[in-house]
Nanobody, 121 residues
Framework: QVQLVESGGGLVQPGGSLRLSCAAS????????MRWFRQAPGKQRELVAT???????NYADSVKGRFTISRDNAKNTVYLQMDSLKPADTAVYYC???????????????WGQGTQVTVSS
């Protein structure tokens, strides 16, 4: 069974930085899109950043210029570098990946367990 294992969350002061990581735990055939979402208390889950297999990236307007998504395909890992953090960035962050486990299987949607990011002085 494939699992996405997240790490890197924590407490940081406004203006600080954090780097989130998300790695697939099993051997897989291919990964398509990889994304980061976040959900703040009382709010809907929102898409933060996307990385496609063509190395294209997209960001929510609220994080453009501050967050950077990257991936290491050899390690089946996606990262989210978060700089100039604001209290409004406080949320649980979830990674997502569209994965094809074997050549004979279809694409599936997989989610990480979530990691808390708190920006506070």
């Amino acid at each position: 069974q494939v699992q996405l294992v997240e790490s890197g969350g924590g407490l940081v002061q406004p203006g600080g930085s954090l780097r989130l990581s998300c790695a697939a735990s099993a051997t897989i055939f291919s990964i398509n899109a990889m994304r980061w979402f976040r959900q703040a208390p009382g709010k809907q889950r929102e898409l933060v950043a996307t990385s496609t297999t063509g190395a294209n990236t997209n960001y929510a307007d609220s994080v453009k210029g501050r967050f950077t998504i990257s991936r290491d395909n050899a390690k089946n890992t996606v990262y989210l570098q978060m700089d100039s953090l604001k209290p409004a960035d406080t949320a649980v962050y979830y990674c997502y990946a569209q994965i094809r486990r074997r050549t004979w299987t279809t694409w599936g949607d997989y989610w990480g367990q979530g990691t808390q990011v708190t920006v506070s002085s």
